[in-house]
């Protein structure tokens, strides 16, 4: 097994695509949600926190979070294996994004659902 079997988020290339295409629709979806959030309210304090004190959008929220992780996870791996020839600096580099897209995720989590 070499290090881009261990370092890519599908088992194979499909499933990678597969990722990349659904988690881009959830942020579209998302992203058109959004929009029209901010084109039919008068966004203010109340408004926003009312939004996501509903917890089917705390949900569609931590979805669109998680897309964002997997979705930079496969363009960053597609990215680093075509680029970085050097498996050690590959690796080095795969490392670093995990971990800050990690960090990312889990303090998203914290501020969505308040913990």
């Known amino acids: 097994m070499g290090m881009n079997s261990v370092t890519n988020i599908g088992r194979n290339g499909i ?3 597969i990722i990349q295409r659904v988690s881009a629709y959830v942020l579209a ?4 949600f959004l929009l029209g959030f901010f084109i039919t309210t008068d966004v ?3 408004s926003w926190s009312a939004l996501f004190n509903q917890v089917w959008f705390k949900i569609f929220t931590l979805l669109a979070l ?3 992780g ?4 496969v363009g ?3 990215v680093s294996t075509d680029y970085i020839k050097s498996a ?3 690796f080095l580099f795969q490392a ?11 303090w998203g989590i914290q501020i969505i659902w308040g913990l």
């Not at 979806?29 to 058109?32: A, I």
């Not at 670093?96 to 889990?106: D, E, H, Q």
Request: without cysteine.
């Open 70 to 73: 997997a979705h930079a996870w």
């Open 96 to 106: 670093a994004f995990m971990l800050v897209i990690f960090v990312y995720v889990v």
């Open 15 to 17: 499933q990678d695509w």
């Open 29 to 32: 979806f998302y992203t058109v």
């Open 44 to 46: 203010d304090y109340q």
């Open 66 to 68: 998680l897309s964002i």
């Open 88 to 90: 050690m600096q590959r």
């Open 76 to 78: 960053l791996w597609t």
